[in-house]
């Protein structure tokens, strides 16, 4: 097992009067700040380009800075508008909107590049999703599942809130087509399995041209809401699990509005 021989994280020396700058450019040096300007400017060029109508200058390393000190004062202060903020006099506040709606942190020649791999092999990865009671799988099948109890940081929570929303909305689909077609779906499907796509596809037609009808649920479906984790399964032989995946979706679905301030 790998030991540290420090405490991970940052390290601050107890005996040094820290300024707020300093502790800002721990995590934001000025390397990053200066490839967020560059990035943020080569952005909003190409939008004005394409017809984007609005006054700009381009931004500058404090100029930023000063942007990224009102979003952490977002995330400690409750404000009713962005508007709040101008009485600090830290940014003027058309300055700040317009800077929040052309940031970018990444190079326009990048994306434009990712968009042209859309929907090329490799690229586009569609992935099974499942509770806790599954493990998480890489092969063969692409199998996500929840990171378990306890949670090690703000990282897992909201890989967790996503996966969880995205589950939230497949088990109310599938709710409703149960509830819906009680005779096909509250048992086992006597088809070939060969046909059961074609028996959802057209069982979620006809209930799209349904949608006036109203909804019985005296049944007792069960909905996410009400479900529990089975105990998870033993991996099959020959399977890979996809703990190295799901750790590269958490950071792909992590923004900093998941980053809690308080």
Not at 48 to 54: H, L, N, P, V
Not at 159 to 177: G, Q
Request: glycine share 6%; net charge neutral.
């Amino acid at each position: 097992m790998f030991r540290p021989k420090r405490t991970p994280g940052v390290q601050l020396d107890p005996h040094m009067d820290y300024r707020q700058c300093d502790l800002f450019q721990l995590f934001f040096s000025k390397e990053v700040v200066r490839v967020l300007c560059s990035n943020t400017n080569l952005y909003t060029a190409k939008k004005i380009a394409e017809g984007r109508k609005r006054k700009w200058s381009d931004v500058g390393t404090d100029e930023v800075c000063h942007f990224m000190r009102l979003i952490v004062y977002h995330g400690l202060v409750k404000t009713s508008a962005g508007r709040d903020v101008w009485r600090s006099h830290v940014m003027l506040g058309y300055r700040y909107e317009a800077i929040m709606a052309f940031f970018h942190m990444s190079d326009p020649a990048d994306d434009a590049a990712n968009d042209l791999l859309w929907g090329q092999p490799g690229f586009d990865v569609y992935f099974l999703i499942g509770d806790g009671g599954h493990l998480c799988l890489s092969y063969p099948i692409t199998l996500m599942t929840p990171y378990p109890q306890p949670l090690r940081n703000q990282l897992q929570a909201a890989y967790n809130s996503r996966l969880t929303k995205a589950r939230v909305v497949v088990e109310r689909a599938f709710r409703i087509l149960k509830i819906r077609w009680r005779a096909i779906f509250l048992k086992a499907l006597e088809v070939d399995i060969r046909y059961v796509p074609e028996v959802i596809l057209c069982s979620t037609i006809l209930h799209n041209m349904n949608q006036g009808d109203v909804l019985d649920d005296e049944d007792g479906v069960a909905g996410a809401a009400g479900e529990e984790d089975p105990g998870r399964e033993a991996a099959p032989p020959g399977s890979v699990l996809g703990a190295q995946e799901r750790d590269r979706l958490t950071w792909l679905c992590y923004t900093p509005q998941d980053q809690d301030y308080i």
